[in-house]
């Protein structure tokens, strides 16, 4: 549907909507949403925006507050034994939405499933890699023995949703899609969903934390922002996210509409072949095929300072951003303050790739996400602009999330755009995640898609990883950084802000980890 009829015809519908008392009386929440989940199975994807739809219906042992602080969830105690073993016990009372309550046995069939959805595009396996066994004590009470005498397992719990046994053992992606196997523990249970469309919700009133103050939730996707933000303007919507950046100060000034903002974990960065000879996407000028340019670092840096940060942050975010020298955040523990912002510097940038063998540059095609990351098309339009200045000839693809995340996964691109988000608070997140060498088994860089591989960044980072004391743990995950940035593995761009809006009356509470949460929003006391 073309752009203009499609913001249309979301007017029409809210035309016919209820007012504002109307929507409290009936407490029916509808919340705009920029990017749709790939789907209702919680161990499909480790997205945020996969996550944030299931997190309304489904819970985890230990959760993070919108400050990303550990809470206990369904777990309410743990407690380190000694020998990397840990004893948790679980909530007494908790039931299934089908009535059945929640016992030991589903959460050692969860880790079980976790790691092995058959085509993940972004696989789980990675926060469930250090237990090296779970077992049961009684119905409430289990362990875990950790393969090293690691903190990290508490940051990693708070990633995996619990599914239950009765309902799952069974169970396809196929079955969570359809809601046959969507059972959950959460604030809201499933009552359909059809994607494109929306997912519908129902409130959950035995929810162990407490009801949510709306019997029905319904999120929607509408990846164009100007159609979301009509929505919200003309009560379609009563809270959408990824509020663009340019429509920031004109909500603010307008006394119908709440924005919230929050700093955000994400870091968006050009991630890149690392690992082929010859690289898909990319070919001499004249479309003959030559070896990956990527392999070499002095083209790697070249593209790295080829890129002005303040311009895109500037122009395109309106000031909604900073400059990333590294995938960690200031707050985040074990952040290297050496590594800044590759500097802006065309000239060299040229002298670089003349000297790896470019003098006259290359071919390639970016790739990027439409509908995922703040103003995403519009940056890779942009980076390609500022690579076709030292010489490189560019063309630009960009794609809806879920067929982007897919076809990363699958190392289908050479160069792409993407961001990501360390919602645990440190370094090693990333660094495990991102730019450890890929391995399944261990559940080692899951999200390597260029398979970047450095022995010292390896070492380093399970090093980190495996320490009680937090200040050797920031320490090695800092030198881990150093080595990886220093080889420019990956090109880190900028940090962005989570912004969302609510029409008056409504409250949200921001969240750093981007995630829209249908518990999260209330109405004005």
Known sequence: MPKKSFIAAVLALALVAPGHQALADAQHARIGVRTEAASIDPHFSYVATSKAMVTNIFDTLIERDPDLRLTPALATEWTYLGDSVWQFKLREGVKWHDGEPLTVDDVL????????????????GQFLSQIERAEKVDDLTFTIKTRNPSPQLLFDL????????????????????????????????????????????????????????????????????????????????????????????????????????????????LHMDTDREVTPFIT?????????????????????????????????????????????????????PELEPSPYDVARAKELLAEAGYPDGFKMTLHGPNNRYVADAAIVQALAQMFERIGIAVAVETMPANVFFSRGSAQ?????????????????????GVLMTYDKDQGYGPSNRGRYSNPEVDRLTVAAMSTFDLD??????????????????VIPLHYQMNVWASRDGFVYKARQDQMTLGYGLGLEK
Do not use: C
Request: negative net charge; aromatic residues 10%.
């Open 158 to 269: 708070a990633e995996v949703p619990i599914v239950s046994e009765h309902v799952g053992k069974d169970a396809k992606t196929e079955d969570y899609n359809s809601g046959k196997a969507a059972v959950g523990t959460g604030p809201f249970k499933f009552v359909s969903w059809t994607p494109g469309e929306a997912l519908e919700l129902a409130r959950n009133d035995d929810y162990w934390a407490g009801p949510s103050e709306f019997e029905t939730l319904s999120q929607i996707p509408i990846t164009n922002d100007a159609a979301r933000l009509a929505a919200l303007l003309s009560g379609g919507i009563d809270l959408m996210d990824a509020v663009p950046p340019d429509a920031v100060e004109r909500l603010k000034a307008d006394e119908d509409i709440n924005v919230w903002m929050t700093t955000d974990v994400y870091t968006a960065y």
């Open 284 to 336: 001499a000028k004249d479309g003959s095929q030559i070896p990956n340019p990527l392999l070499d670092k002095r083209v790697r840096e070249a593209l790295a300072i080829a890129v002005d940060r303040e311009a895109i942050i500037d122009r395109l975010m309106f000031g909604l951003g900073e400059p990333a020298g590294q995938l960690a955040s200031k707050t985040m523990v074990g952040y290297n």
């Open 412 to 432: 289908e691109f050479s160069i792409f755009f993407i961001a990501w988000g360390s919602a645990q608070g440190t370094a090693w997140h990333g660094l495990r």
């Open 109 to 124: 069939f969860t880790f079980e499933r976790a790691p092995n959805v058959p085509n993940s595009p972004a696989p789980f």
């Open 472 to 489: 050797e743990a920031a320490r090695l995950a800092s030198e881990a950084a150093k080595v990886a940035f220093e080889d420019f593995a």
